[in-house]
Structures are given as structure tokens and as C-alpha cells.
């Protein structure tokens, strides 16, 4: 009986002892030696692997991140949208660098042909999939760049940040938006946008990627864009661009003086948070904004949710 | 007789619904305005070649397929060119189209307008194949390949059957069967032509079993025409897709990703045939085809021959007026055919039937969870797995479908008609190859 402990001890033990030392050489060779670092970086990111900063993955981009600060010095390039400024002057720190401030951006639907604007002229029952759809066919209100309404844009985003709105066939972004771009990915059209998040979330964008003419958007869309070139002239800034018969607002350059909202013919131009006009303004819109905002603000919210036909798609 | 030859695997049977069999040919008059779209073939489309206020004839070149895989388009009727602006088609997405005003019905001088019967062929080879191109002839059986590619047989293949696709396997349609009847003879004549063409010597025309005055006048006929026989079908669909009547035909099997010249074939449409008669024996472009226009609502269901370009809402009117209980209006048969958004689009090369469907049987039934019937692999004539492809496009799992060969899909919807819980199969198989066409692509 004890013989047989004793053996299997034995035998056990020596094959663990040749084992060990086996595996030691191996380790030896084969090892990898990596930067300490990365470990850092990798634990300052939100580790969403959600893949908005172009890299499959955390891990991945913090590998590339330590890899551009050994080599250039910099962080040129890189930048985590989830974590935002707060993260990356984290992992800046981690590296002994410094890093400049980005503005948030965050996702914005260029389209506003819900069911009361753009009503549906076929039905469609096939599966519920943009992808498909934008295949098939132009869509219920007949407009060929509007929202199929299918939610491929809900199923890519990891964050619950975007969400159908039943009445209007639209989807909403909302706070939760970390401008990961999964959303832009999956849109088969092209209808949303990482904009500028803007001071005090005010935001103006236009609602529309219709690069039809006036006649034709028009008919299918009552705010389409109609490229009739009114908000290009007013704007002060030249923020606004003009091709394939749309409007087009440059968020860099924008200063945000609603000029452009108040000429747009259709409404395809839209202003978000921002304190209700006076009916008469006797002073430029700018200066409104500029000085009376902490007035208003809290008023803001409560009025945008009045202005529903222009804003219930975003806010 | 004793069993029929068919296809193996898979097929499925839907209710016939011939209703316009018995209808014969009937000429519609020209609209005021006729609307050509540009993109009517598969592949590049055509460059116009004439502009805003241009006076053309019935039958001048308007369009030039300038690309290799591409086909001419010719006026349909004469008149003014109104104006190239986007239109319509079938899908709802605006595209080019040149409009022309209608103003008489002038024809080209070199073309032959009378119905006389020429039998000689005159043409050489190349001759055919150059005729053929100019007048712009495309598959007629729906998928509107440029007719003149096929006819250039690579370099170390060989044709060893030309396949006459008479089948006309999809429901509702009559229009390839009341050709058949009218005009046999100019069908066996350009069966004759594309085997000149082809240097090929046995030529099979495909018909099924449900057209038994078809077969019969067709083997009358060709006892006249050497090499030429007629092959009687059992009806099963899609035996009009190219590799189900191939296999039905001669047994043969095309290799998955390969076309049918790799096992000696030439599929061609019968409706293909009588526009290369029409092209090479008497100089007509294509720029009429017969339109089954049916459906059970509808009060005299039709065969057409119309000009392309006439306005899907002529022919209706022509049938008896669009019914009340209108749920759907199908451009091609119930199977293939896509259901298009408005009844003013114009007919295209493509357009072999116009369905409307009542309200009851146009809606989908609502989908249910998968109960692993394998039903859809049982028919599935590619012997694919629809359920399991379907379920990796859409999870997005691309590269695994293309190894699955869901490249190898027809699209022919036999799984999702078959299946009992109504799930949309074909819908996620069109995706799937979609994306995976790109990943070829993008691949090269």
C-alpha cells in the first residue's frame, strides 16, 4: 500500500520537476517582452472595444498609442471618443506627454422625413434591415437618401444611445452618445453625422441629404432641402457650402447665429437648445445668444421640448 | 408517356394561375410620351447619343453601350427627345432616362417592317454577332444580359447544346408561351441563327408540361430545322433558371461560380430568340416586347406586344383598369418579380409581366421562430442551406456565407414560399450576397 503512494509520488513529482524545467526554457525563449505600459494605457481606457478610434479594440489601441509615443513623441491622431478628454489626458499622462483638447462630437440624424413630413406611399413587410431595404427599394415616403426607418443604426450602437421613436419612424440620439461612429457605419445612406457637440449642446445642422432638385425633394419631403441657396448667402461666417443642390453647414466654422435657420424656406435647417426667439428681434441673433444666455437656459429645455416638429428627432 | 425529365434537387409547385394563355398577341397604341430608362440591361448602362429637342425615328440608335458587358438602346417610336432627366424605375430611385415626345410612328429606312417570313440566313458569324450587338438584344427571360457577350464563347471552351428556354416556369406569366404559338416559326428561325452564331449543332428547346399546344406546335415545326427537338418539362419551379433547365435538359451540372459554357451551354430565352430573328433577318432593334399583364382582380388579363418605355399604367388601363382590392403591383411573375411603388413607371427590355395582386395575398404573413422543418434545404434547387445562410447574414457573418457558397443562390424565393414559418429567407440571402459581392470585390 505504501509502495504504491510512494510510486505515485514518486512519479509524479519527478515528471513535474522535468516538466517545470522544460517549460522554463521554453518561457525563456519564447518570451515576449512588452512595454509595462500598455498595461497602464489599457487600464485608463473605458475598454468598450467598441472600435471608435479606428483599432479593433482597447488593447489595440494602446499598443498603438505607447507605439507613437516610443517612436514620435506624439499622439498625433489618436484619440479615444468614448473616454473623451478625461481619458486621453490620462493615458497622455501615463506617457509623459501632453495632449490637446478635442471638442466632443456627437451623432446627429440628417434627416427629418418622419411619418408626418415625408408620408409613406408604399408599405413595406420584408425584414427589418436598412441594408436590405436601401437595396430594394427608396423607401416608404419615396425619398431616396431619407431614413428607412429599419434601425440598423439601434442594433450597431453598444452604448443605448440611439433609440426608434415610433411616432415619427426616426431615430433619437441621446446623451449617452460617445461619438464611437458605429452608427455612421451601419447607415446605409449615409444619414448620420458626427458633429461638433457645441457649447451648451446648441448645435445647427441640416436635416436633410437630399442632393435631389427643389421639385422633386419637395414632393416627396415637405422639409427637404431644396438647395435654393438662401442660407448660403445670409451666413456671415461662409460656414455654409453648397453642392448637389444641399446645404451643407461647416461645424468648425459655424458661430451658431441662426441666420440660416430663420431664412430656410422648408425648415430643413435645424437649431437645437437653443432659448426661444423674440418675436421681433431687434438686435442680431448672435447678440441674443451671446447675451442672455444664462437667462434662458433654464427655460431651454422645457421650450425645446415644445418645439417638437423640429426637434423631437434629436434631443 | 412515361416520367417527364426535370431537375434535381429541389423545386417547389406553385399554383399556375395562367389566366392570359388563351389571349392572343394584342398591339397596344403608343402613349403621348415614352420614358427610356438608361440602365435597362445587366451591367454598364448605355451613353445617350442624343440631346434635349434631337428629332429621331422609330428604331435610331439613342443610347450606345460603350462597356464590354453593356447594350444599345434605340427609339422606340419617333417623335422629339423632351428631355435626359431622371425618372422612375421600378425601385423607386430616380435614374436616368431620356424622355421622347411621340409624334407619328416613322421608321428607320433600312429596317423591314413587313410580316413576311425570311428563312435564308444570310449573315456570317461574326456578322450575327455584330448585328446582334448593334440592336442592342438582351436575355428576354428577365435577367437582361447583353445577348451578344454569350454569343462571344471564350477562348478554349466549346458549345455543345444551345438550350431554348421555354419553360416560362413562373406563375401568372404566358407571355414566352403565346410566343411560342404566334410566332414558332421566327423563333425556330432564330434558334438557327444564334446556332450559326454558336456553331453549335443540337439545339434543345425546353417547354413544360402545362403547354402542351406549345410543345406540339413546336415539334411540328421543327421537323423542318435540322438538329433542332423540343423537350417536354414536368412543371416544377425554377426550372427556367439557367442551371435548374440545364440540368433538366442534357443532366448536366454547372460547377458552383462557373457559367454554363463550362459543361457545353447556351441558355437562351425563346422571347431572346425571336428578337435575334427579328434583329439579324429584318434589322429591328429591340424596342417591343410582349407583357403578360394578370392578376386575379383584374377584369381581361392580357399578353401585349408594347414599345419600350410605354407607361406600366397604359397596359393596365388596357387590361381593364387597375381593380379596386389592388394590394401590390408586381413588375415579373409572383416568384422573382419586385413589387413596384407606382404604376407610372415604364416598361424596360426586362419587363416580361405585370402582376397585380389583391390586398389579402399581397401582405406577408408575420414570421415566426425557426422550427428546423428543413423545408427550404429540401427545395432549394442549389442545395444550399437557406435557413443557415440566411442566419449568418444576418449576424453579419459574411465571410463565413461566402464559404457556405451563398454566391451560388438564384434568388429564386423557393425557400422562403415553402416555408410554414413565414420567415423572410430570401430577404437576408440577398443581403448576404450583396455584402458578399463587395468583399469580393474589394477583395480583387
Same mark, same amino acid.
Given at each position: ?80 471618443p468614448v473616454g473623451g478628454n478625461a481619458v486621453m489626458k490620462q493615458v497622455a499622462a501615463i506617457l509623459g506627454l501632453e495632449v490637446e483638447e478635442k471638442e466632443p462630437l456627437i451623432a446627429v440624424i440628417r434627416c427629418n422625413g418622419s411619418k408626418a413630413n415625408s408620408p409613406a406611399k408604399v408599405q413595406f413587410d420584408g425584414a427589418s434591415s436598412c441594408a436590405f431595404a436601401h ?27 440611439? +433609440? ?105 435647417? +435645424? ?6 426667439r423674440k418675436v421681433k428681434a431687434e438686435t442680431g441673433a448672435q447678440e441674443i445668444q451671446e447675451e442672455k444666455p444664462s437667462k434662458v437656459a433654464a427655460v431651454a429645455t422645457a421650450e425645446s421640448a415644445s418645439q417638437e416638429t423640429k426637434n423631437d428627432n434629436i434631443v | 408517356m412515361n416520367s417527364l425529365k426535370t431537375f434535381a434537387p429541389g423545386g417547389v409547385h406553385p399554383e399556375? &394561375?395562367?389566366?392570359?394563355? *388563351? ?48 447594350? &444599345? ?26 424622355? @421622347? ?19 435564308? @440566313? ?28 454569350k454569343l462571344m464563347i471564350p477562348d478554349g471552351k466549346k458549345a455543345e447544346y444551345l438550350l431554348i428556354n421555354g419553360v416560362e416556369c413562373e406563375p401568372y406569366l404566358t407571355s414566352d408561351h403565346r410566343l411560342m404559338l404566334e410566332r414558332g416559326e421566327e423563333i425556330l428561325i432564330g434558334i438557327k441563327i444564334l446556332m450559326k452564331a454558336l456553331s453549335v449543332d443540337k439545339a ?8 402542351? &399546344? ?6 411540328? $415545326? ?23 433547365? =440545364? ?13 454554363? @459554357? ?20 429584318? &434589322?429591328?432593334?429591340? @424596342? ?36 379596386? *382590392?389592388?394590394?401590390?403591383? =408586381? ?23 405585370? $402582376? ?11 414570421? *415566426? ?19 443557415? $445562410? ?13 464559404? *457556405? ?40
Amino acid at each position: 500500500m505504501n509502495d504504491i503512494v510512494l510510486f505515485a509520488l514518486l512519479t509524479m513529482g519527478l515528471l513535474g520537476a522535468t516538466l517545470a524545467v522544460i517549460l522554463y526554457f521554453v518561457a525563456q525563449k519564447f518570451k515576449v517582452i512588452e512595454d509595462p505600459k500598455i498595461d497602464l494605457v489599457e487600464d485608463a481606457l473605458p475598454k468598450a472595444n467598441c472600435g471608435g478610434c479606428g483599432y479593433p479594440g482597447c488593447r489595440n489601441f494602446a499598443e498603438v498609442t505607447v507605439k507613437s509615443a516610443n517612436e514620435k513623441q506624439n499622439l498625433e491622431g489618436l484619440n479615444c471618443p468614448v473616454g473623451g478628454n478625461a481619458v486621453m489626458k490620462q493615458v497622455a499622462a501615463i506617457l509623459g506627454l501632453e495632449v490637446e483638447e478635442k471638442e466632443p462630437l456627437i451623432a446627429v440624424i440628417r434627416c427629418n422625413g418622419s411619418k408626418a413630413n415625408s408620408p409613406a406611399k408604399v408599405q413595406f413587410d420584408g425584414a427589418s434591415s436598412c441594408a436590405f431595404a436601401h437595396n430594394l427599394f427608396a423607401g416608404e415616403g419615396g425619398c431616396q437618401f431619407g431614413c428607412l426607418g429599419l434601425g440598423d443604426c439601434v442594433d450597431s450602437c453598444d452604448f443605448d444611445a440611439i +433609440h426608434m421613436n415610433p411616432e415619427t419612424g426616426l431615430p433619437v440620439v441621446n446623451d449617452k452618445c460617445v461619438a464611437c461612429g458605429a452608427c455612421v457605419k451601419a447607415c446605409p445612406r449615409g444619414i448620420i453625422e458626427l458633429r461638433n457637440k457645441g457649447k451648451k449642446d446648441r448645435r445647427i445642422f441640416v436635416s436633410c441629404i437630399n442632393k435631389e432638385k427643389g421639385g422633386p425633394a419637395k414632393k416627396n419631403c415637405s422639409v427637404a432641402c431644396i438647395g435654393c441657396s438662401k442660407c448660403f448667402q445670409v451666413c456671415p461666417y461662409e460656414a455654409i457650402t453648397m453642392a448637389n443642390n444641399l446645404a451643407y453647414i461647416d461645424f468648425e466654422k459655424c458661430k451658431l447665429c441662426r441666420k440660416c435657420v430663420e431664412v430656410c424656406p422648408t425648415d430643413a435647417i +435645424h437649431e437645437l437648445n437653443f432659448p426661444l426667439r423674440k418675436v421681433k428681434a431687434e438686435t442680431g441673433a448672435q447678440e441674443i445668444q451671446e447675451e442672455k444666455p444664462s437667462k434662458v437656459a433654464a427655460v431651454a429645455t422645457a421650450e425645446s421640448a415644445s418645439q417638437e416638429t423640429k426637434n423631437d428627432n434629436i434631443v | 408517356m412515361n416520367s417527364l425529365k426535370t431537375f434535381a434537387p429541389g423545386g417547389v409547385h406553385p399554383e399556375e &394561375n395562367k389566366f392570359s394563355e *388563351n389571349t392572343p398577341i394584342s398591339s397596344l397604341p403608343l402613349p403621348k410620351q415614352l420614358v427610356i430608362p438608361l440602365g435597362q440591361n445587366l451591367g454598364a448602362p448605355p451613353k445617350p447619343m442624343v440631346k434635349k429637342g434631337d428629332e429621331v425615328k422609330t428604331g435610331q440608335l439613342i443610347a450606345k453601350g460603350e462597356a464590354f458587358i453593356s447594350a &444599345n438602346i434605340h427609339a422606340p417610336a419617333s417623335g422629339k427627345v423632351a428631355k435626359i432627366d431622371d425618372a422612375l424605375d421600378s425601385s423607386g430611385y430616380r435614374r436616368q432616362a431620356i424622355f @421622347i415626345d411621340v409624334i407619328d410612328d416613322i421608321w428607320e429606312e433600312n429596317i423591314d417592317q413587313t410580316p413576311d417570313i425570311v428563312r435564308e @440566313i444570310t449573315l456570317t458569324k461574326e456578322e450575327i454577332v455584330s448585328r446582334v450587338k448593334e440592336c442592342g438584344i438582351v436575355g428576354l427571360g428577365g435577367a437582361t444580359f447583353p445577348s451578344h457577350v454569350k454569343l462571344m464563347i471564350p477562348d478554349g471552351k466549346k458549345a455543345e447544346y444551345l438550350l431554348i428556354n421555354g419553360v416560362e416556369c413562373e406563375p401568372y406569366l404566358t407571355s414566352d408561351h403565346r410566343l411560342m404559338l404566334e410566332r414558332g416559326e421566327e423563333i425556330l428561325i432564330g434558334i438557327k441563327i444564334l446556332m450559326k452564331a454558336l456553331s453549335v449543332d443540337k439545339a434543345i428547346i425546353g417547354i413544360e408540361n402545362n403547354k402542351p &399546344n406549345a410543345i406540339q406546335h413546336l415539334t411540328e $415545326l421543327s421537323k423542318n430545322y435540322v438538329g433542332v427537338t423540343v423537350q417536354a418539362l414536368k412543371v416544377k419551379y425554377p426550372q427556367g433558371g439557367e442551371k435548374q433547365l =440545364i440540368k433538366a435538359a442534357v443532366n448536366r451540372e454547372v460547377p458552383s461560380g462557373k457559367l454554363p @459554357i463550362e459543361v457545353g451551354c447556351v441558355v437562351s430565352n425563346v422571347g431572346t430568340a425571336f428578337a435575334v430573328y427579328e434583329a439579324v433577318q429584318k &434589322n429591328k432593334p429591340l @424596342i417591343e416586347r410582349v407583357v403578360t399583364v394578370t392578376g386575379k382582380g383584374l377584369s381581361n388579363p392580357s399578353n401585349f406586344l408594347v414599345r419600350v418605355g410605354t407607361p406600366i399604367s397604359d397596359l393596365l388601363n388596357a387590361a381593364g383598369g387597375l381593380p379596386e *382590392n389592388t394590394g401590390k403591383l =408586381i413588375n415579373g411573375g409572383p416568384m422573382m418579380g419586385k413589387s413596384i411603388s407606382s404604376p407610372d413607371i415604364p416598361i424596360v427590355k426586362g419587363s416580361s409581366g405585370i $402582376l397585380v395582386m389583391p390586398v389579402e395575398e399581397s401582405r406577408r404573413k408575420k414570421p *415566426n421562430p425557426c422550427i428546423r422543418c428543413s423545408k427550404c434545404t429540401e427545395v432549394c434547387p442549389m442545395g444550399l442551406e437557406p435557413y443557415f $445562410l440566411s442566419k449568418l447574414s444576418k449576424l453579419e457573418l459574411f465571410e463565413k456565407a461566402e464559404k *457556405n457558397n451563398i454566391m451560388d443562390c438564384i434568388e429564386c424565393g423557393s425557400c422562403q414560399f415553402t416555408c410554414p414559418s413565414s420567415l423572410p429567407l430570401l430577404d437576408f440571402l440577398r443581403l448576404g450576397k450583396l455584402r458578399v459581392g463587395q468583399l469580393i470585390r474589394t477583395r480583387k
